[in-house]
Every structure is written in C-alpha cells, then in structure tokens.
C-alpha cells in the first residue's frame, strides 16, 4: 500500500474516532454527566482542527459553549463561543456563525451585558440578511425584543415581537411564531389591552396545543393567568393556574410550577389570605432558586416582602425586599423595579424613615412613569401623601392624594375603585385633622361608594370604618366612636391586618379617654402598645405611650405623666412624626403646668402651637391656646388669657360651622364647655358681664346648659372667701366676683336649646 493510501486511511481513522468522541459528548451531555460531555467535544474538537475540519471543530466548540452555560460557567461560554464563531466563519459556514453568535447575545443578556448582547444580535442580523435567512431573522428581532423589554422600553420591544412574528410566519416556523406572539401580549398586557393580549396568548396555546408543545401551553396559559389577575378576575385566574399547575406536575416542569404557584399565592395574598400566599410564595421561590432562575426569585421575593408588609414584620419585609429590588437591578429587568420600589418605600416610610423613603418613592416613581404602569405610580404617590402628612405638610398630602386618585382614574370605574377608596379615605383622614368635618364625610361617602364597583376596594371597609371612629370622636359622640372602633377592630383581625387592629385598639383607648373612664383607657393604650411594638411601628408605639400619659394627666400624676410625654415624643422625633410631635409637647406641658412649672409649659406649648398652625390643625391650636389662657388667667393676666380664649374659640366654632347637623354641634360643642366658662369668668374679672352672659348664651343655645353650669361651678368652688392668706380686700372681690358669676346663671338656665 502507498504512502498517500496509508495517510488517507490514518486520516478516516482519525475522523471516525473524532466522531466517536463527538458522539460520547452528546450521549454524556443528555445523560446528564457534563463534565464527561466537556472532556469529549474537546477532545473531538482537537482531532478535528487537527484533521482540518474547522467546521466540525466548530460544532464541538459550540456545543461544549452549551455545556457550559447549563453548568453556569458563563464566561467560559462566552469564550467558547467566540471560538465556534471564528472557526464557522474561517470555514465558510456563514448561518453557523450567525447561530453561534445569537447564542453569544443570549448568555451576555444573562449576564445582563445589553449592550454586548445587542451587538452580538445585530452582528448575527446581518449575516441573516445576507443570507436571507427569515427564520433567522425571527430569532434575532425576537431576542432583541427581550432586551428592549428588559430595559423597560416597551415601544421598541412590541416592535421587534412583531417583526419577529412576522418572519416565523414567512418561514412557516409556527413553534417560535407562537413564542413571539406570547412574548407581543406579555407586553399588551402590561398596557392593559387586554383583548389584544388574550387573542395574542390564545393564539399561541392554539399553536402549543396542535403542535403537542406541553412546554408552550403551560407558558400560554400562565400568560392567560396573568391577565385573569390583572383584570382581578381572581376565580377565573385560581382555576387557570390551577390547571398550569396540573400539566406543570405532570411534565416534572419545574419553572412552570414555580409561575403557577407564585400566580396562586398572590391570588391569596389580594384575597387577604395572607398565610396561605406565604406558604405558596416560599414554595415557588424554593423552586427558582433551586433552577437559578434570576428573574423569579425576585418576582418570588417582591411578594414575600408584600406579605410580610401585611403581616407587620417590617424589618424582614425590608430586608427582602431590597433583595428583590438588588436581584432586578443585577439583571438590568426595568418593569419590575418599579413596583418593588414602591413596596420598599412604603415599608422603609413605615419604619419611620421618611428621608429614605421618599427617595425610594421617587426613583420608583420615574421607572413607573417610564414604563407607564399607572398602578404603581398611584400607588407610590398614595405613600408619599402619607409622607406629608406625617411630616405636617397637609397641603402636599392633599396634591399626592388626589394625583394618585387623578392618574388611576384613567384606567376605568372598576379597576381604579380600590385605589379610589384609598385616596378618599386618606383625603378623609386629612380632613379630619384639617378641622373640615364636613369635606370628611364627603370623601368617605366617595369611598363607600367606590367599594361596591370591585370586590377588592370592599376589603378596604375596616379602614374606613375605622376613619368613621375617629370623625366621631373629633365630633364628641364618644359612644359611637368605640362602637367603629371596634367593629374595624373585629373586621381587620378577620382581614389579618395587624397594623389597621393595633390603630384601632388605640382608637377605642382614646374613645375610652374622651370619656373620662381612666383606668379602661389605660389598659387599652397599654394593649395598644404591645400591639404596635408588634408590627415594628414606632410612632404608633409612640402615640400608645402618649395615651398613658394623658391618662395620666387625669389622674394629676403629673410626674408620671412628664416621663411618658418625653417616651413619646422620642418615638416621634424617631419616626419623624411631627403630627405626634405637636401633641406630645402639648402633653408634656400640660405636665408642666400641673407641677406649676409655668414657664416650662409655655415653651412647650409654644412648640406645639408652631406646629399645629403649619400642619393646619385647628383643634390642636385651640387646644394649645386654651391650655396656655389657663397659665394667664392663674396669673391674673386676663388680656392675655382673654385674647388667647378668643382665638381658641374661633378655632373651635371653624370646625363646629363645618359639621352638617345641630345634634352633631351640640355633642362637638359640649367638649369645650371648660373653654367657654373660663372665657366667660376672665370676661366677668374684665368687667366684661355682658359679653360674659352673650357668650354663655350662645353655647347654651347650641349645646345645653349642664356642662356649661358645671363648669361654671367648678369655677366657683375654686374662688376662695376666707382664710388667713387673703387680706379684707381680696376677699371682698372675691365675693363679688362670686355673685357676678352667679347672675349669669339665669341667663344660662333660660335658653331653649336648639337640638
């Protein structure tokens, strides 16, 4: 035999052992043993540069880029790659190198290199033009879609999806046409054109479905969950999963069970069965975890810290909530950023870190506004309104709230009516503490209203009931104050909402307080306490521990009742809560004034007056007045006393004018019986009687005569006639005055009440 005979044999014994060894890697690759299968296309891919044959080479190449992807050492993916795709092209093969180069685009996007990854996408477009390549083309506008999508820019990305769409149909390819499709309603989805996305993801079940792709149909119909949950079709969007589940199981699909158990679990979590959402959040995010998916794990994470939002445990929510947020941000995902923003405000806003906060809020807000989910821009616009209101900027709170109202309003009747209920019972509570009783009402009637258009607005009921309880008490109808207290209580505990049932526990404590019942009001502030120590709420802590110290200022123990102000009002300045500010140091000087520490109490009084006039409290400024006239009128300086009393009563008769019935002035009224009968003693010691007798009249008319007498008596038990420290003097004026307060009395006793 020759020489060249014995070379050529050599060389088909060298190819068919190279095919040998290429063959060994695709068995050892679908058996599972990768690091086998990387030895054997190396060692295939050696004999074939070695015989020449760059193009088998190539494919050796490229396949263990393969088998290095799936073992996840993407870099040395990337290398490989990029060796195929030389040798592809130093071969002549031109689609190959095209292929291997999309492959190169997919693991950078993985690695969240957009741009590398759409340069290696167009690089490949172009070789597919050339060769005019359709089903080519489809693949790369389809891959570029994801990128556009990844980066939040939806426009771009419906355009790639239909282009792509359109090449898979030339080329007759139905499998990635049906892919393009779904991938085109996920983003019609987003846009909330339903109709079109529902056509998008039928069609391509329909394609799954005749073509036998089990795969496809459990990705179709996830996409068809989705959307049921989006319209809050929430028995429509159970059963569907339900069914993905099902096939999911059956198919070992692992990805697919977690999508189906991630849409079950916030079907429960929005149906308020927060510990079965929690079971079915740790059993899909177990599931992406353990597939290394990235993009799950976040979506898993989002809604865990949204359940443990829910369930008060703030610290924990926070901190995996961050960590859906870090995991979003290290794959570039855009869409999904937003709406973990807003959840990681509202709980960074409700562990009292409002500076934190509102940055969150607003980067969160320019992603939501970029990638136009309206949602979750009303509903971070929802957070920062209870920002101000918090830091005592009502006007400010007012513009977030009818903004959030405004934007989500766009979306239609049913779907905007739990954000709607939302914004009116926030705007209710705002007026409430405005002094606008009536605008109160107003917005809870809106509220109402708004919760009979969607089943998910009706689980807002304990909440407004709750802002019920608490117009009630500002009006002085004590007893019907706790009667919603406690049925929000009842309400919220059956919702498991642990934040709303401590806020109303301390509703029924100051219920308790308003009317004088001391030690119930005591034990409920205190149970109140242990409740918000619970869900990790400072400030609520802190408005719990400034119940017990009015209450202990009513049992004038006035030491005790310093050092719960000065607990409080720490909680407060921790949590940045100027509106808890202003009554604590309303409190602590009380406090003060109880010790005779007068000019202790006028500076906190000062304090608290500064801030309830710039957080537009008429109430807390009447109180704040009142309390320092008391000072005044002790010290004999009545025109002081006398213009502080004045004052106090125009803030007091502004909200009285904006209630809408007379029994309802004639309960609000009653509370401040002790304002009008000091005013009218300090208008007596004046010289002032007849100003004394109209302005006792005019609260007699409105709200009886009997707290009026008996404040009035207490007065009069308080002027002493006798004893050694008065000189003759003194107590002749003081007799004196003591028949001029008793010559109003008939003026009292004669007027016919309006109620």
Do not use: C
């Not at 939501?368 to 400010?396: C, F, M």
């Not at 809870?444 to 807002?460: D, F, K």
């Not at 050092?563 to 949590?575: C, H, I, K, V």
């Not at 008769?653 to 009008?676: D, H, K, P």
């Amino acid at each position: 035999m020759s020489i060249d005979a014995n070379d050529q044999a050599k060389k088909e014994k060298d190819r068919q052992f190279a095919e040998r060894r290429y063959q060994d890697g695709i068995n050892a690759y679908n058996d599972g043993k990768l690091d086998q299968a990387l030895e054997a296309f190396g060692d295939a891919e050696i004999r074939f540069r070695l015989l020449g044959d760059f193009k088998r080479a190539a494919d050796s190449r490229a396949l263990m880029a393969d088998v290095q992807r799936e073992n996840s050492s993407l870099e040395q993916a990337i290398n490989s790659y990029q060796r195929a795709t030389k040798m592809y092209k130093d071969a002549g093969y031109p689609l190959f190198e095209a292929n291997a180069t999309v492959s190169l685009g997919h693991i950078e996007r993985q690695l969240s290199h957009l741009d590398r990854a759409q340069d290696a996408y167009q690089a490949a477009q172009q070789i597919y033009r050339t060769q005019q390549n359709t089903r080519g083309l489809g693949n790369v506008a389809l891959a570029l879609g994801h990128i556009e999508l990844q980066r939040g820019n939806t426009h771009y990305a419906t355009e790639h999806y239909q282009e792509a769409i359109r090449y898979f149909h030339e080329a007759k390819d139905s499998i990635n046409e049906a892919d393009a499709s779904r991938s085109l309603a996920d983003i019609q989805r987003l846009a909330r054109h339903f109709d079109e996305a529902l056509a998008g993801y039928q069609h391509a079940l329909e394609i799954y479905r005749n073509t036998r792709d089990h795969f496809g149909t459990i990705d179709a119909l996830l996409g068809l969950g989705r959307i049921y949950i989006d319209q809050e079709h929430l028995d429509q969007a159970a059963d569907t999963f339900a069914e993905t589940l099902s096939q999911a199981n059956a198919l070992e699909y692992e990805l697919g069970q977690a999508d189906a158990n991630l849409g079950l679990a916030e079907i429960s979590f929005l149906q308020g069965n927060v510990d079965q959402a929690l079971i079915g959040t740790q059993s899909a995010l177990q599931l992406y975890t353990d597939q290394r998916n990235a993009l799950g794990t976040a979506q898993a994470n989002h809604l865990l810290g949204e359940i443990n939002l829910r369930r008060g445990q703030l610290s924990y929510a926070n901190s995996i909530m961050e960590r859906a947020l870090r995991t979003y941000q290290s794959i570039a995902f855009q869409l999904g950023q937003a709406e973990t923003g807003a959840g990681l405000g509202e709980i960074q806003f409700r562990r009292g870190f409002l500076d934190r906060a509102s940055k969150t809020l607003q980067e969160a807000r320019q992603q939501a506004h970029k990638i136009g989910n309206v949602q979750a821009e009303s509903r971070i616009l929802l957070t920062l309104g209870d920002i101000y209101r918090q830091a005592g900027q009502p006007g400010q709170a007012r513009s977030a709230y009818e903004d959030a109202r405004t934007h989500i309003e766009t979306l239609g009747e049913t779907t905007a009516a739990r954000t709607v209920t939302a914004a009116e019972i926030r705007l209710a509570r705002l007026a409430t503490y405005t002094g606008d009783l009536k605008e109160a009402a107003s917005h809870l009637t809106t509220a109402i209203e708004a919760t009979t258009r969607n089943p998910l607005a009706a689980q807002l009921i304990p909440l407004i009931t709750s802002i019920q309880g608490q117009i009630y008490l500002t009006q002085g109808d004590f007893l019907q104050a706790e009667k919603y207290y406690s049925d929000a209580h009842n309400r919220s505990d059956a919702q498991q909402d642990p934040q709303l049932a401590a806020e109303t526990i301390l509703g029924i404590a100051q219920s308790y307080l308003a009317r004088r019942d001391l030690q119930a009001a005591m034990e409920t502030f205190l149970a109140a306490g242990r409740a918000f120590q619970v869900v990790e709420s400072t400030n609520g802590d802190g408005s719990a521990v400034l119940g017990v110290a009015q209450v202990q200022l009513g049992q004038q123990k006035w030491d005790e009742a310093l050092e719960s102000s000065d607990a409080a009002l720490t909680r407060f300045n921790q949590a940045n809560d100027a509106t808890g500010q202003a009554d604590a140091f309303l409190t602590r000087g009380l406090a003060h004034r109880g010790k005779d520490e007068n000019d202790e109490a006028l500076a906190d009084f000062e304090q608290a007056l500064k801030l309830y006039h710039q957080q537009r409290r008429p109430l807390g400024v009447a109180d704040t007045r009142y309390a320092r006239a008391g000072i005044f009128f002790l010290r004999g300086d009545l025109e002081p006393a006398r213009d502080e009393q004045t004052k106090a009563i125009a803030q007091v008769e502004r909200v009285m004018n904006s209630i809408s019935s007379a029994q309802q002035w004639t309960l609000f009224l009653r509370q401040y019986a002790e304002l009008y009968a000091q005013t009218a003693v300090t208008d007596v010691r004046r010289n002032q009687d007849e100003q004394a007798r109209t302005l006792l009249q005019n609260f007699a008319r409105i709200a009886g005569k009997s707290e009026l007498l008996q404040s009035l008596q207490a007065y009069e038990n308080d002027i002493p006639t006798e004893g050694d420290e008065l000189n003759e003097e003194e107590i002749l004026a003081n007799r004196d005055l003591l028949k001029r307060i008793k010559r109003l009395y008939p003026y009292i006793e004669g007027i016919s009440h309006l109620s």
